[in-house]
């Protein structure tokens, strides 16, 4: 069992949102208990039935629950539960979790997200401060970090597992509700989009790949989004001397899947070679992405790259905090060289911002103003406070599983 770093608010409502495999039901039942809880699997043809064809049949249900937590998962299955559940609470009647894979289904069924009256959280595959000792770098780069793919014994049952998880998603969030027109459409953009992961994202370039028009894979990325399938990493704004580049990054929620949707799973990850770099790339920021969330203190993390190439991977802002840069490597052994547009980004930035160059190099150490430092302990001391706890915890149950 697996101790997550998302907290709930206290006694209040909230939506816990995220791709599907992220463990979201199984966290809920280890941090809520079934004594005081009424759980309700949307994902059940005949719940999701009766509650599509008589929503209002909620308020029954929570005057029965007597004062237990009411949980409906997969809220995007029946989004005018969602019109119930807000004059519920208008009324101050119940206290309700809901999860969800998909945004834009909730925001296509004509749902408010409840105007402002429940919290927000998402959940994330595992992370590295979540394995603990049980972390494997190579098992991450090569399958990625959903809970199922890391209680699975054999590389070719994560085989199995991630290349059943793409179909999923194609046959379940996309084609079941009809996100899209064409689903082959989406499945060849899918890939195209897969194989740019973590690169400055140009929809004119995939619109000639994928035969499709601009505005469509516009739209399309949205959907990958809204699904929670990945994340857009957009521009820092460097000062009007610089032009900086307005197209974003992608980065795929996760190592394993973003592979198996760009039909590379088979494909080794090989120490020192470009392949091994992004892969290291996507885990970290994705990692950093994560615990930016879980964190929930205004931490906005970001990418710079202008027009005449200057480059920094990470641009990390915090309210209250100094500008971090962080250039990503994942060499064994770092030097200035690894640091060359960060000795270069002196001028543009205040004096106090931090630079960073992070990588697989063990040795940490401060020369000409950057800081050496093995990835694990920039994580650990970034997010030292999520790591110590907060004060944040669910109503009902005790602490986090």
């Given at each position: 069992?697996?101790?997550?770093?998302?907290?709930?608010?206290?006694?209040?409502?909230?939506?816990?949102?995220?791709?599907?495999?992220?463990?979201?039901?199984?966290?809920?039942?280890?941090?809520?208990?079934?004594?005081?809880?009424?759980?309700?699997?949307?994902?059940?043809?005949?719940?999701?039935?009766?509650?599509?064809?008589?929503?209002?049949?909620?308020?029954?249900?929570?005057?029965?629950?007597?004062?237990?937590?009411?949980?409906?998962?997969?809220?995007?299955?029946?989004?005018?539960?969602?019109?119930?559940?807000?004059?519920?609470?208008?009324?101050?009647?119940?206290?309700?979790?809901?999860?969800?894979?998909?945004?834009?289904?909730?925001?296509?069924?004509?749902?408010?997200?409840?105007?402002?009256?429940?919290?927000?959280?998402?959940?994330?595959?595992?992370?590295?401060?979540?394995?603990?000792?049980?972390?494997?770098?190579?098992?991450?780069?090569?399958?990625?970090?959903?809970?199922?793919?890391?209680?699975?014994?054999?590389?070719?049952?994560?085989?199995?597992?991630?290349?059943?998880?793409?179909?999923?998603?194609?046959?379940?969030?996309?084609?079941?509700?009809?996100?899209?027109?064409?689903?082959?459409?989406?499945?060849?953009?899918?890939?195209?989009?897969?194989?740019?992961?973590?690169?400055?994202?140009?929809?004119?370039?995939?619109?000639?790949?994928?035969?499709?028009?601009?505005?469509?894979?516009?739209?399309?990325?949205?959907?990958?989004?809204?699904?929670?399938?990945?994340?857009?990493?957009?521009q820092y704004h460097l000062s009007a001397r610089k032009r900086v580049?307005?197209?974003?990054?992608?980065?795929?929620?996760?190592?394993?899947?973003?592979?198996?949707?760009?039909?590379?799973?088979?494909?080794?990850?090989?120490?020192?070679?470009?392949?091994?770099?992004?892969?290291?790339?996507?885990?970290?920021?994705?990692?950093?992405?994560?615990?930016?969330?879980?964190?929930?203190?205004?931490?906005?993390?970001?990418?710079?790259?202008?027009?005449?190439?200057?480059?920094?991977?990470?641009?990390?802002?915090?309210?209250?905090?100094?500008?971090?840069?962080?250039?990503?490597?994942?060499?064994?052994?770092?030097?200035?060289?690894?640091?060359?547009?960060?000795?270069?980004?002196?001028?543009?930035?205040?004096?106090?911002?931090?630079?960073?160059?992070?990588?697989?190099?063990?040795?940490?150490?401060?020369?000409?103003?950057?800081?050496?430092?093995?990835?694990?302990?920039?994580?650990?001391?970034?997010?030292?406070?999520?790591?110590?706890?907060?004060?944040?915890?669910?109503?009902?149950?005790?602490?986090?599983?």
């Open positions: 069992m697996f101790q997550r770093l998302v907290s709930f608010p206290v006694d209040r409502s909230f939506f816990l949102l995220g791709a599907r495999g992220s463990g979201k039901t199984t966290l809920l039942r280890q941090r809520f208990a079934e004594s005081t809880t009424l759980f309700l699997d949307l994902l059940s043809p005949s719940t999701e039935l009766r509650f599509h064809r008589k929503p209002e049949l909620l308020e029954g249900v929570v005057s029965e629950a007597a004062g237990k937590v009411i949980v409906l998962d997969e809220i995007q299955k029946v989004p005018a539960l969602l019109d119930v559940v807000h004059s519920l609470l208008s009324r101050g009647r119940g206290t309700f979790v809901l999860t969800g894979s998909s945004s834009r289904k909730l925001r296509r069924g004509g749902a408010n997200l409840l105007a402002g009256r429940a919290a927000v959280r998402e959940l994330y595959p595992l992370s590295y401060l979540e394995l603990g000792d049980s972390f494997s770098l190579d098992r991450t780069l090569a399958w990625g970090n959903l809970p199922e793919v890391q209680t699975l014994p054999e590389d070719a049952d994560r085989l199995d597992f991630l290349l059943a998880y793409a179909q999923t998603y194609l046959r379940e969030e996309i084609a079941a509700e009809q996100l899209v027109r064409k689903v082959d459409a989406f499945r060849g953009f899918l890939e195209v989009a897969a194989q740019g992961n973590t690169r400055l994202v140009n929809a004119t370039n995939i619109a000639r790949d994928t035969g499709l028009d601009p505005k469509t894979v516009q739209s399309y990325f949205s959907i990958l989004e809204d699904t929670h399938l990945g994340f857009f990493l957009e580049l307005s197209m974003p990054k992608f980065f795929f929620f996760d190592n394993g899947v973003a592979r198996a949707m760009a039909q590379t799973i088979h494909v080794p990850i090989a120490e020192s070679t470009s392949y091994y770099g992004e892969c290291f790339e996507h885990f970290l920021v994705a990692e950093l992405w994560r615990l930016a969330a879980y964190e929930n203190r205004g931490r906005r993390i970001q990418t710079l790259r202008t027009q005449d190439d200057f480059e920094v991977d990470l641009v990390m802002t915090q309210p209250g905090q100094a500008v971090k840069l962080v250039e990503i490597k994942s060499a064994t052994a770092v030097d200035e060289r690894h640091a060359k547009s960060l000795l270069l980004a002196a001028k543009d930035f205040p004096a106090d911002t931090e630079r960073y160059v992070i990588s697989r190099d063990g040795i940490a150490r401060e020369e000409d103003g950057i800081r050496y430092m093995p990835w694990q302990d920039f994580l650990k001391r970034q997010f030292a406070t999520l790591l110590a706890g907060t004060t944040e915890q669910p109503g009902g149950p005790s602490g986090r599983a």
